[in-house]
């Protein structure tokens, strides 16, 4: 029997964990949002355009080691482009309105909120649990992402307090997707250990 799919698909979910680093990275800055409120602008966009830059290049290697496996890894490749860009932008104007980042990181979330639903939907055609919950995550991103491209020139601590909102709920959803993957990675090692074992 021919195992290149499932070698494939093993390889690819080797790198479960990057989606994970990148969702508890902006977990964590979103808690960080929260808890220093009156931190400077220059302050929040040095720390944004850092964790954007390493979860762009994070997720531009995910998608290129798994261009083969996964349909929708070109989706995720302009999204790591995307944090990259955003991340160069931040680093180029650390001293940038609050208007502007809150637009900019209104934007980038929208997008991802979209890929979210899109891959809830994906899951539920498979009938793979927590389907529901990425749904759920994502139109809440995208309720809180248009928020924030609505009203950017809303009170600095509003945007703060939607800003902190809107990358836990970005963060959230880069981790249940990672978490999703791992389950994958060990039902497909099982896999190969039956076939593997079969063979003799």
Not at 40 to 54: A, D, G, H, N, P
Not at 117 to 130: A, D, K, P, Q
């Given at each position: 029997?021919?195992?290149?799919?499932?070698?494939?698909?093993?390889?690819?979910?080797?790198?479960?964990?990057?989606?994970?680093i990148?969702?508890?990275?902006?977990?964590g800055?979103?808690?960080?949002?929260?808890?220093?409120?009156?931190?400077?602008?220059?302050t929040?966009?040095?720390?944004?355009s850092?964790?954007?830059?390493v979860?762009g290049?994070?997720?531009i290697?995910?998608?290129?080691?798994?261009k083969?496996?996964?349909?929708?890894?070109g989706?995720?490749?302009?999204m790591?482009?995307?944090n990259?860009?955003?991340g160069?932008?931040?680093?180029?104007?650390?001293?940038?309105?609050?208007?502007?980042?809150?637009?900019?990181i209104?934007?980038?979330?929208?997008?991802?909120?979209?890929g979210?639903?899109?891959?809830?939907l994906?899951?539920?055609?498979?009938?793979?649990?927590?389907w529901?919950?990425?749904?759920?995550?994502?139109?809440?991103?995208?309720i809180?992402?248009t928020?924030?491209?609505?009203?950017?020139?809303?009170?600095?601590?509003?945007v703060?307090?939607?800003?902190?909102?809107?990358?836990i709920?970005?963060?959230?959803?880069?981790?249940?997707?990672?978490?999703?993957?791992?389950?994958?990675h060990?039902h497909?090692k099982?896999?190969?250990?039956?076939?593997?074992g079969?063979?003799f």
């Amino acid at each position: 029997m021919n195992n290149s799919f499932v070698n494939e698909i093993n390889e690819s979910v080797k790198h479960w964990y990057i989606p994970l680093i990148i969702g508890l990275s902006f977990i964590g800055l979103g808690i960080w949002v929260f808890m220093a409120p009156a931190s400077s602008y220059k302050t929040f966009s040095i720390l944004f355009s850092i964790s954007f830059l390493v979860s762009g290049i994070l997720e531009i290697l995910f998608a290129v080691a798994n261009k083969r496996v996964f349909g929708s890894w070109g989706w995720a490749l302009i999204m790591g482009i995307l944090n990259l860009v955003l991340g160069i932008l931040l680093l180029k104007d650390v001293e940038m309105a609050m208007e502007v980042l809150a637009l900019y990181i209104g934007f980038l979330v929208l997008f991802r909120s979209l890929g979210a639903i899109s891959t809830s939907l994906e899951l539920s055609h498979f009938r793979m649990s927590g389907w529901g919950s990425l749904l759920v995550i994502g139109i809440l991103g995208i309720i809180l992402s248009t928020i924030l491209i609505w009203r950017p020139q809303a009170a600095a601590f509003s945007v703060v307090i939607f800003m902190g909102l809107t990358l836990i709920s970005f963060g959230a959803s880069m981790a249940f997707i990672s978490l999703k993957l791992k389950k994958v990675h060990t039902h497909v090692k099982e896999l190969k250990e039956e076939q593997d074992g079969g063979e003799f």
